[in-house]
């Protein structure tokens, strides 16, 4: 299957001085479902996904703006969305399903519940 985290192979710039390594990829997700931002009331949107960023923070010891992690798993989301959407045409196609892409199926529930 091919990989979700899309062109940067290396990792995912989050910022301008920290990359994300993809084994880090699948912590960031399971962060943005504990803390799940897609149910935020009005006026709360940014200080959940700082929550995300904290989260992730206290896992991996450095600091990523919670702007730079709701851009970059948005974008995770919406690639996941079209990947799976192109999956489905394919008929007979089976891969390697991994962490992350259980999380981003997880994130998709949880976007469409709220």
Do not use: C
């Given at each position: 299957?091919?990989?979700?985290?899309?062109?940067?192979?290396?990792?995912i710039?989050?910022?301008?001085?920290?990359?994300?390594?993809?084994?880090?990829?699948?912590?960031?997700?399971?962060?943005t479902?504990a803390?799940?931002?897609?149910?935020?009331?009005?006026?709360?949107?940014?200080?959940?996904?700082?929550?995300?960023s904290l989260?992730?923070?206290?896992?991996?010891g450095?600091?990523?703006?919670?702007?730079?992690?709701?851009?970059?798993?948005?974008?995770?989301l919406?690639?996941?969305?079209?990947?799976?959407?192109?999956d489905?045409?394919?008929?007979?196609?089976?891969?390697e399903?991994?962490?992350?892409?259980?999380?981003?199926?997880?994130?998709?529930?949880l976007?469409v519940?709220?």
């Open positions: 299957m091919e990989d979700i985290s899309g062109p940067e192979e290396a990792g710039i989050l910022n301008k001085t920290r990359k994300i390594q993809k084994d880090h990829l699948s912590d960031l997700l399971r962060a479902i803390v799940n931002p897609f149910e935020a009331a009005h006026g709360e949107l940014g200080d959940r996904w700082n929550e995300v989260k992730f923070e206290n896992v991996h450095y600091s990523v703006g919670g702007i730079s992690v709701q851009r970059k798993v948005m974008k995770l919406e690639n996941h969305k079209k990947k799976v959407a192109k489905k045409t394919l008929s007979g196609v089976a891969g399903y991994t962490e992350a892409e259980q999380a981003l199926d997880e994130l998709v529930e976007e519940e709220n």
